[in-house]
């Protein structure tokens, strides 16, 4: 597996990873009585998200460039939010989101151009 392969797999899994802590975040905190410690949702929550950084300091320490890894990352947890809260809570997106998420699309098409390594 090429360097640039592994980073950008261990980016999406780790955004990915993210997301899905996110997924249960949202059911803890939308629960009848959401407190911290208490409940199956929280725990998973923060289980997974101690697990988001592994992936994320592999990535970081084969190819050193902070600000576009970053930006993949948030991208991906954009879209994986977006999805997540729209197939799994109901939640709606308006065009101006719409809008917002094609941009971040956009700039991580952006971050691979020319002058990218």
Known sequence: MSNNAFVILCVVFSAFAASVADLFSKRWAISPNPRFFVGWSFWIAFSVYELVAWPWFAALRRQPELGRLAGIWTVVCLLMACIIGVGVFDEKLSNLNK??????VLSVLCLFGEGSR
Do not use: K, R
């Not at 809008?99 to 971040?104: H, Q």
């Open 99 to 104: 809008l917002g998420v094609a941009l971040g």
